[in-house]
Antibody, heavy 115, light 107 residues
Framework: EVQLVESGGGLVKPGGSLRLSCATS????????MSWVRQAPGKGLEWVGR??????????DYAAVVRGRFVLSRDDSKATLDLQMNSLKTEDTGVYYC??????WGNGTSVIVSS | DIQMTQSPSSLSASIGDTVTITCRAS??????LNWFQQRPGKAPHTLIH???ILQTGVPSRFSASWSGTEYTLTISSLQPEDSGTYYC?????????FGQGTRLEIK
């Protein structure tokens, strides 16, 4: 069974940093293209960024609103995906989901940016 | 960025009804279109990929089609568990963009 389990969410002050992780199992992570999607409270879904497989260059792409502040990385040896979030803003508050390009979603981890 | 215009923003229907949700892309996206369902308080899950292909395990009362840059999700024989919010998303180019969502209420 394919599983994605996010962790690392929490409460952080504006300007602070947080690192989210996504532990995966049940599929060939090394060839998977992976994304993060977030959802602000009461709002719709927003794509955050994507990382290709290392075989496809390990290329990262980001939404304009997070580019320069967020960094995607992957560890194929552990089948994990990370999202390093820096210079956090209150508008980064929401639930962050890890997803595969094949359409599997994790259950999300909550990030609250507040003073 | 590619804009996805989804309609309606909400609808209400009865058990057994058929409903249709539409997304229009601002440019050509081919079949790079997904549909997602999000039940209240839950994570989204994928219903349709590649514009019309049902994800494994999704009931056959869900179907999808497209014409040009207009994409349609149809839910027939509505069931209580179909209540929730539905989103389209293009994966033709980055940034991947979502429609605004359609909230479906089952009367």
């Amino acid at each position: 069974e394919v599983q994605l389990v996010e962790s690392g969410g929490g409460l952080v002050k504006p300007g602070g940093s947080l690192r989210l992780s996504c532990a995966t199992s049940g599929f060939t992570f090394t060839s998977a293209w992976m994304s993060w999607v977030r959802q602000a409270p009461g709002k719709g879904l927003e794509w955050v960024g994507r990382i290709t497989s290392n075989g496809d260059g390990g290329r990262t792409d980001y939404a304009a609103v997070v580019r320069g502040r967020f960094v995607l990385s992957r560890d194929d040896s552990k089948a994990t995906l990370d999202l390093q979030m820096n210079s956090l803003k209150t508008e980064d508050t929401g639930v962050y989901y890890c997803t595969t390009d094949e359409g599997v979603w994790g259950n999300g981890t909550s990030v609250i940016v507040s003073s | 960025d590619i804009q996805m215009t989804q309609s309606p923003s909400s609808l209400s229907a009865s058990i057994g009804d058929t409903v249709t949700i539409t997304c229009r892309a601002s440019q050509y996206i081919g079949i790079f279109l997904n549909w997602f369902q999000q039940r209240p308080g839950k994570a989204p899950h994928t219903l349709i990929h590649s514009a019309y292909i049902l994800q494994t395990g999704v009931p056959s009362r869900f179907s999808a089609s497209w014409s040009g840059t207009e994409y349609t999700l149809t839910i027939s024989s509505l069931q209580p568990e179909d209540s929730g919010t539905y989103y389209c998303r293009q994966s033709y180019d980055v940034p991947k963009t979502f429609g605004q969502g359609t909230r479906l209420e089952i009367k």
